[in-house]
């Protein structure tokens, strides 16, 4: 009963650094997403994916890139880490575009 | 281009008390969904009640029901007999395509015993 899984937590990393943050949902959702929340914001779409193979840009997506190989894994990454970045981060998935986002438990990410 | 807006940054209810945390949105489309989701310190997004524009009738979850007015673009929550649970940011949201959200900016709500 796992549903989106987000990984790591937490990250720290030092600015020009690249990492990818991993998102994946057990519940053949088509839909994915990921969103950026930063205080007095609340939440951005940065990237969504309406199946393998499909992704499109949202509000913020500079700096971000995604991929969509399967239906289960969408994979947020960091070419260059910059301070503007520190975030906390949630990806997200729905079966279709009419149906509940079901969200991870979100990365918190701090570039120094 | 869709807009949601929280006014209310912050508010407090004693526990057992009634309490409506506003919400209004801007959107060009005809058929779309709203939500209200709860974020506790745990940081888990939570889904607390969902409507959509073309049914008239205000969705209602156990304690939780909104008031939507569409013509106004409001869609206010209220939390009935208010918890120490209840105890969250509250984020309101739109989408035309439930993939793509758009939040407000949230309302902490604090409950007191």
């Known amino acids: 009963n796992a549903g989106v899984t987000q990984t790591p937590k937490f990250q720290v990393l030092k600015t020009g650094q690249s990492m990818t943050l991993q998102c994946a949902q057990d519940?053949?959702?088509?839909?994915m997403s990921w969103y950026r929340q930063d205080p007095g914001m609340g939440l951005r779409l940065i990237h969504y994916?309406?199946?393998?193979?499909?992704?499109d840009q949202g509000e913020v997506p500079n700096g971000y890139n995604v991929s969509r190989s399967t239906t289960e894994d969408f994979p947020l990454r960091l070419l260059s880490a910059a301070p503007s970045q520190t975030s906390v981060y949630f990806c997200?998935?729905?079966?279709?575009?009419?149906?509940?986002?079901?969200f991870g438990q979100g990365t918190r990410l701090t570039v120094v | 281009a869709q807009t949601v807006t929280q006014s209310q940054p912050e508010m407090s209810v004693q526990e057992a008390e009634t309490v409506t945390l506003s919400c209004t949105y801007d959107?060009?489309?005809?058929?779309?969904?709203l939500f209200w989701y709860k974020q506790p310190p745990s940081r888990q997004m939570i889904l607390v009640i969902r409507?959509?524009?073309?049914?008239?009738q205000n969705a209602t979850e156990n304690r939780f029901s909104v008031n939507f007015q569409k013509a106004a673009k409001s869609f206010s929550l209220k939390i009935s007999d208010s918890q120490l649970g209840d105890t969250a940011m509250y984020f309101c949201?739109?989408?035309?395509?439930?993939?793509?959200?758009?939040f407000g900016t949230g309302t902490r709500l604090q409950v007191f015993p």
């Open positions: 997200a998935s729905s079966i279709d575009q009419n149906t509940e986002a079901f």
């Open positions: 519940m053949n959702h088509e839909y």
């Open positions: 994916s309406v199946g393998a193979g499909i992704t």
């Open positions: 959107t060009s489309e005809s058929n779309y969904y």
């Open positions: 409507q959509e524009a073309y049914k008239q």
């Open positions: 949201a739109s989408a035309y395509n439930t993939d793509k959200l758009i």
